[in-house]
């Protein structure tokens, strides 16, 4: 769903000086993470780690790691002896480490989350820090903000250039003026009021101004080598709430003056610039071609030439790969039955199809990162049934040396494949999804889940996932429905969302339970159905419009009410695209399973987060109060200081023994 950001001038007082970043570097060593190996436990437990990124000089890597609750780990490792050594930490309380890169060999780079509950509305906000390899020197590299601010600093900072590794970065700041007349409604001269980029050093965190303070603009685009060459501005009403037009900015080489490279709105089809590739003097960019997303190149040097990079005539292609400290683009991503990546740098197209013979069972390979001068490359390799490995490649020595594994812990169970079928729906459409079967059991009369997934403007695609293996360890089907409303099948497919149009992404999910039983896959009095978010709102949505098919219903962080996901909405800027992409009209009665509580027969299992941000968990509340009052056996787990996705082993160790108790219980398995 569509991020929260609030309004410019909200609750100022409510935080004053709560942001000073709270940062504590540690070197002792980690916990143990021993436990019992149930099921729930093993699936449960998080990536040990992710968001690995390789120092200029290809000798460390950074990666950040779960601890108890809500924990995380700086992890750093030797690239030579495999060594890791825990470098910081946070504790959850509020914050946590969301993802680290590299200032220099030595200096460390990392973004913060958090979360505020005790404000009207909530919201999130980042804090940007850094620190040496060993976690020792650590400096606040955002911008501070204090009590005479005349608005909150949400979003302190990001990394969008990582330079030559001297240790200094390009970073997109908010600059936040003081209140120095007493009045907090005058924001102050734009001249020193937005965002702004900022050469900055990272030892001391001072910045050099780049690019001046902008109220209006949003993003920012560098080259690589330290120019910034496309900017983005987002149109807004007169009460800053964003009514859903882009227009992006370009620079030529060498000068200063923007100029209009494309103006976009919902009902437009124009160029989205998505990277820059400053010795090409190219931007790559996304525009719709025969209703497919595509990518293009175009020119920067005035003429605005626009040359097809790649497209597809059944998906969407819109994922450009970069690589690197320069972020090079050397290929196209894009998911037919499975991720598919088209390098056309013909090295890598050589390595990557060399790699594939050297790690074989692990067909999806991707570059994630290189070393200054791209002889060592960070990979990883996984597929649908090894959750993943990460390696670093030696070009010179043609060495592969493992770092590590994604989940160690699942490394002695055998995983169930997943392949991709396809259904009619009962108009025809023919729609793609995703089933895995248990391994080395019966084929036929299972007891089978789907699953949609959230977004709603989402997909699934191949691979591994957690949720889908525990249940198929459990000895269920698993379908993967990919109803219309998910992205990357084009425009068409695409439709008004599966919210606006939830009639059609309901039938397609419904459709589907139908061929699993017409193909004798399922049992159809095993049926059950369990989503997250938008797919725990399909999974109840589903049973109001097909009360006889389920026989059970897991329903995580659900949207259970259109109208309350809108009033919701109405403290943050995204109020009217929210707004735009539910509809209006008895469209949200009828499309919010609350209101139809007396329709669903089936048992409801719920879970929710407490500190949920994308969906409050006041709608599980609401739902579970309508269905106990319809006499529907109801139950909802609600999981202290959690948000959206439940980021603690322990919370969804706890989901999954639940739900296989439940649906045992429901499916009298």
């Known amino acids: 769903m569509i991020g929260r950001h609030l309004f410019l001038g909200a609750a100022i007082g409510a935080i004053g000086m709560a942001f000073a970043p709270v940062w504590a570097a540690d070197t002792s060593p980690a916990p143990d993470k021993g436990e019992a190996a149930t099921p729930a436990k093993l699936f449960g437990s ?8 390789l120092s200029p000089d290809g000798k460390h890597a950074v990666a950040v790691s779960p601890g108890p609750g809500q924990m995380t780990y700086a992890i750093v490792i030797d690239v030579e002896t495999r060594e890791p050594h825990l470098a910081a930490r946070q504790d959850g309380k509020p914050m946590r480490i969301q993802s680290c890169g590299w200032a220099s060999n030595t200096r460390i780079v ?24 060993d976690g020792k020197n650590p400096a606040y590299i955002g911008l501070r903000t204090d009590v005479d601010a005349i608005r909150l600093n949400q979003f302190d900072g990001r990394v969008i ?15 936040v003026p003081q209140d120095t007349r007493g009045n907090r409604a005058d924001y102050g001269p734009s001249s020193t009021n937005g965002l702004a980029v900022d050469r900055v050093d990272t030892m001391t965190g001072r910045g050099e101004p780049v690019e001046r303070p902008d109220l209006s603009t949003t993003a920012y685009l560098s080259d690589g080598a330290g120019n910034i060459r496309v900017r983005a501005t987002k149109s807004t009403d007169d009460e800053g709430r964003l009514t859903g037009g882009t227009t992006y900015y370009y620079r030529q080489a060498g000068d200063r003056r923007w100029q209009v490279f494309s103006k976009t709105r919902t009902d437009t089809n124009e160029f989205v610039p998505i990277a820059v590739d400053g010795t090409r003097n190219v931007a790559y960019a996304v525009k719709s071609l025969n209703g497919r997303d595509a990518i293009y190149s175009v020119a920067l040097d005035g003429s605005f030439k626009a040359e097809l990079v790649s497209s597809n005539p059944q998906v969407d292609v819109n994922d450009i790969i970069t690589l690197g400290r320069h972020g090079r683009a050397i290929g196209v991503s894009y998911i037919t039955d499975r991720r598919q990546t088209d390098y056309f740098d013909p090295e890598y197209k050589q390595i990557n199809a060399m790699l594939a013979k050297a790690i ?6 991707h570059f994630l990162d290189a ?18 490995h990460y390696y670093v490649y030696d070009k010179p020595t043609h060495h592969l040396n493992e770092l590590s594994e994604v989940r160690p812990n699942l490394a002695d169970l055998a995983m169930a494949p997943m392949k991709l079928v396809s259904f009619k729906a009962a108009d025809g459409t023919a729609i793609p999804a995703y089933l895995t079967v248990p391994v080395g059991g019966a084929d036929k009369r299972l007891p089978t889940i789907i699953m949609p997934h959230g977004g709603p403007g989402y997909r699934d695609s191949w691979g591994f996932d957690w949720l889908v293996q525990f249940f198929a360890q459990r000895g269920y089907a698993v379908l993967q429905p990919e109803y219309r409303g998910s992205s990357g099948y084009g425009d068409a497919f695409y439709a008004h969302n599966a919210f606006h149009s939830w009639q059609t992404a309901m039938g397609d999910i419904c459709d589907a339970g139908r061929w699993l039983v017409k193909e004798g896959i399922a049992d159809p009095d095993k049926l059950a159905i369990v989503g997250w978010s938008y797919g725990g709102y399909a999974a109840l949505q589903a049973n109001v419009v097909e009360p006889k098919l389920f026989k059970a219903i897991v329903a995580i962080a659900p949207v259970t009410d259109l109208g309350k996901l809108k009033s919701d909405a109405s403290g943050y800027t995204s109020s009217i695209l929210l707004d735009r992409e539910i509809g209006s009209g008895e469209n949200v009665g009828l499309g ?14 719920m879970f929710h987060g407490d500190h949920d941000l994308d969906v409050s968990v006041a709608q599980s509340k609401m739902m579970d109060q309508a269905l106990q009052k319809a006499g529907v056996k109801s139950s909802l787990v609600v999981f202290p200081g959690l948000d959206h996705q439940l980021n603690d082993a322990g919370a969804r160790a706890e989901l999954l023994a639940k739900t296989d108790d439940f649906l045992r219980t429901a499916l009298h398995m």
């Open 46 to 53: 998080l990536e040990q780690v992710w968001g690995m990124n």
């Open 592 to 605: 919010s399973p609350a209101r139809h509580a007396d329709h669903i027969v089936a048992p409801v299992l």
């Open 110 to 133: 990392c973004r913060l989350r958090g979360l505020v509950f005790d404000n009207d509305p909530p919201f999130a906000y980042t804090r940007t820090v850094a620190f040496d390899l």
């Open 161 to 175: 250039d990582w330079l030559q590794g001297d240790g200094s970065v390009l970073m997109v700041r908010d600059h």
């Open 360 to 365: 074989p069972g692990t067909p999806l390979i």
């Open 371 to 388: 070393s200054a001068d791209e002889k060592r490359l960070l990979v990883y390799a996984g597929g649908d049934t090894d959750p993943g």
